[in-house]
């Protein structure tokens, strides 16, 4: 038996087909940061999938946001112990 919805997966390869113009558009420099957020947003596909929403955008836009926020974590962790080594050199 078929399935009567589509899986989340579909919903974002659509979304990544609807906002095909506006990826043409793009200068060739950000091409490869707009591809990154939808690599981003397929990496928590499984998660968004589980969440069946009415409005699938909010989950894409959502799993973008949270790899964002690991990569702001991760930088500001480097940051810091960046910023220990270089004290503790200084001292």
């Known amino acids: 038996m078929g399935r009567t919805n589509p899986t989340f997966r579909m919903h974002l390869e659509s979304t990544k ?3 095909g113009d506006y990826r043409r558009a793009l ?3 950000d091409k490869p940061a707009y591809d990154q ?3 981003y947003a397929d990496a928590h596909a499984d998660a ?3 969440l069946n929403a009415d409005t699938p955008f909010h989950p894409i836009l959502f799993s973008m946001l ?3 926020q ?4 991760d930088l ?3 940051l810091d112990t960046l910023e220990r080594t270089h004290d503790a050199i200084q001292d």
């Open 76 to 78: 500001e962790e480097r």
């Open 17 to 19: 087909s609807t906002w």
């Open 27 to 29: 200068r060739r420099r």
């Open 66 to 68: 949270l790899e964002q």
């Open 70 to 73: 690991k990569r702001l974590d």
């Open 37 to 39: 957020l939808f690599e």
């Open 48 to 50: 968004a999938g589980y």
